[in-house]
C-alpha cells in the first residue's frame, strides 16, 4: 500500500482524489492539520471542509484584489520598478532615477531611432559589453554574474522600448487574470488600463517615446539581397494606393542605384504601379528640404511659425470652436441627466409616476447620457490632440536648433524630422520625368514652402530619378 502524507493541498480539487482517484488505487490519505486519515475512515467531512476552504480561498483572494485595486486607483506603483529606476530608500513607494542603468536605456532609445532593430541593438549592448539586466542586478546585489554577463536579447530590449513608465508616468492594470484559481495573466486593452501623470522622474521625453512607437509599429529589416539598409524604409507611402515603398537592393548594385518601389508593384501583377524613385535623389530631396526649413526659421521664426499656424491650423480652428461649444452643452446635459434621474427616482418613491413609467424613462435617460458620455470622451481627445499639436511647433523648434547646418542625412536625423513621406507616380506625358514628393514633418506636419513645387523632372530620355 502507498502512503502519502500531505499537511498542504489544493482544496478546490482534493475532493476528486479522495474521494475517487485515491480509494481506486490504495492510496492511504493523510491531512495531518485536518486530523484526516483515510485509513481511520474519518475523512466523511472531508467535502464539507473543502467547500469551506475553496469559500475561504475565493473570499481572501477577493479581499486581496480589492486592497490592489485601490492602491492601484490611487496611483501607487504596483510591481518590481523597472529597469532604470530604484526604490527610494526613504520611501519605497516612490522611484529615483537609477543614473548607470538609465544612460543604457537612453542609448538604447537613441539606437532605435538611429534606425537599429532590437537585435541589432542587443549585439550592440553585447560588443560595448554592457551587463545584462539580470547581470547588472547581481552586480549591485553583490552576487556572481550569470553565465555570459553581456548577452542581451532582443526580447529584453523590446521592453524597454515598450516602458511608458519611462516618461515619468505611472501605468497600472495592464495585466489581470481571469479568477483566483488561475496563475496565467493576460493582457489589458489600453482603454481599460489607468496612467498617471508626473509620478516620478522621466529618464526618456514623451515626444521621443512616441516616436519609437511609430518607428517600432512598422519594424525594418535589412534588404536579404545585401547588408545595405534603406534610409527612408518604412517611411515612404504611395500616393495612390497608401501602401509602403519598399526598399530595393542587392550585392551586385551600388549604393546609388538603391531604389524604392511600391510594395504592390510585384513584376506587374500587382494592383499599384511601380512609383519607382532612387534613394540618392531622395536623400537630394529631404536634404534640401530640411534646409530650406532651417534657413526659413532661422531668418524669421515669428513668419515660419504663423505659416504653420496658417496652413495647419487655420481650417482648424473654427472647427475645434464648434467642438467646444458641443462639449460644453454635452457636459451640461449630462449633468442635467443627473437631476431628472434623481427626480424620477423620488416620484416612483412617492407614488407620482407609475414605477413602469419610471422605469422606461430612466432606461432613455441612460441610453442618452451614456450616448452623451462617450461623444464627450471622443471630443475631448479630439480637442487635446489638437492643442498638442499646437504645442508642438517648439519640439520641431528644437530639432531645427540641434541640426543647424546639416551637411548629410543620417537614419537619427531623418527620424527626427520626418514622419512620412508620400511618392507620387511620375508623369511623363511631357516628354519629362516630372514626380511629386510631399514630406510629412514630425510634430508639424506638411508644410508647403514658398517657391516648392514639390515636383523633381528629369529629361524623359536621360537618367530617370
Known amino acids: 500500500m502507498l502512503t502519502w502524507n500531505i499537511s498542504s493541498c489544493a482544496w478546490t480539487t482534493i475532493g476528486y482524489y479522495t474521494e475517487s482517484f485515491f480509494a481506486e488505487r490504495d492510496i492511504r490519505y493523510i491531512a495531518i492539520n485536518d486530523g484526516v486519515d483515510s485509513d ?11 467547500l469551506f476552504n475553496d469559500f475561504y480561498a475565493r473570499d481572501t483572494s477577493r479581499k486581496i484584489r480589492a486592497i490592489l485595486t485601490a492602491k492601484a486607483n490611487a496611483g501607487e506603483h504596483m510591481g518590481k ?9 526613504d520611501n519605497p513607494k516612490q ?8 544612460e543604457v536605456v537612453k542609448k538604447i532609445f537613441a539606437l532605435c531611432v538611429d534606425g537599429k532593430g532590437p ?57 489581470y487574470s481571469k479568477s483566483n484559481k488561475l496563475k496565467k495573466r ?49 517611411l515612404i507611402f504611395c500616393a495612390d494606393c497608401g501602401s509602403k515603398l519598399h526598399f530595393c537592393t542587392a550585392s551586385s548594385l ?11 508593384y510585384k513584376s506587374n501583377t500587382g494592383s499599384c504601379t511601380a512609383h519607382y524613385i532612387r534613394e540618392e535623389t531622395l536623400k537630394r530631396i529631404v536634404l534640401k528640404r530640411i534646409f530650406d526649413v532651417t534657413a526659413m526659421f532661422i531668418d524669421d521664426i ?22 467646444k461649444k458641443a462639449l460644453e452643452q454635452a457636459r451640461k446635459r449630462i449633468t442635467e441627466l443627473d437631476r431628472i434621474f434623481k427626480r424620477i427616482y423620488e416620484d416612483d418613491v412617492n407614488g407620482t409616476i407609475s414605477h413602469e413609467r419610471f422605469l422606461k424613462l430612466s432606461a432613455e435617460y441612460e441610453a442618452e447620457q451614456k450616448e452623451l458620455t462617450e461623444f464627450v470622451y471622443a471630443e475631448q481627445n479630439a480637442v487635446h490632440i489638437f492643442e498638442q499639436d499646437k504645442a508642438d511647433f517648439d519640439n520641431f523648434a528644437a530639432v531645427i536648433r540641434k541640426y543647424v547646418g546639416v551637411k548629410e542625412l543620417t537614419p537619427t536625423i531623418v527620424n527626427e524630422f520626418v514622419k512620412k513621406i508620400i511618392v507620387h507616380a511620375p508623369d511623363k506625358s511631357s516628354g ?17 514652402l514658398p517657391n516648392d513645387s514639390q515636383v523633381i523632372e528629369r529629361q524623359r530620355k536621360g537618367r530617370t530619378a
Open 81 to 89: 520598478q523597472p529597469y532604470g529606476y530604484l526604490r527610494n530608500k
Open 432 to 448: 519629362h520625368r516630372r514626380q511629386k514628393v510631399q514630406i510629412v514633418w514630425n510634430f508639424i506636419g506638411e508644410v508647403n
Open 119 to 175: 537585435m541589432q541593438i542587443a549585439r550592440m549592448l553585447q560588443k560595448e559589453k554592457i551587463l545584462t539586466i539580470k547581470s547588472y542586478y547581481a552586480k549591485c546585489a553583490g552576487k556572481p554574474l550569470p553565465d555570459n554577463p553581456y548577452l542581451w536579447d532582443a526580447n529584453s530590449v523590446s521592453k524597454i522600448l515598450a516602458r511608458f513608465e519611462y516618461c515619468g508616468h505611472t501605468v497600472n492594470f495592464k495585466t
Open 302 to 323: 515669428t513668419s515660419f511659425r504663423d505659416m504653420v499656424y496658417e496652413q495647419r491650423f487655420e481650417k482648424m480652428e473654427k472647427d475645434m470652436k464648434r467642438r
Open 95 to 102: 522611484w529615483v532615477v537609477d543614473e548607470e542603468a538609465a
Open 40 to 50: 481511520k475512515g474519518d475523512n466523511d467531512f472531508t467535502p464539507f471542509r473543502n
Open 186 to 234: 493576460y493582457e489589458n486593452t489600453p482603454e481599460n488600463r489607468r496612467i498617471f501623470r508626473n509620478t516620478h522622474e522621466a529618464i526618456i521625453d514623451e515626444k521621443l517615446f512616441e516616436r519609437v512607437q511609430e518607428l517600432r509599429a512598422s519594424k525594418r529589416r535589412p534588404a536579404k539581397q545585401a547588408e545595405r539598409q534603406g534610409l527612408f524604409s518604412n
Open 254 to 264: 551600388t549604393p546609388s542605384q538603391d531604389s524604392y518601389r511600391c510594395s504592390r
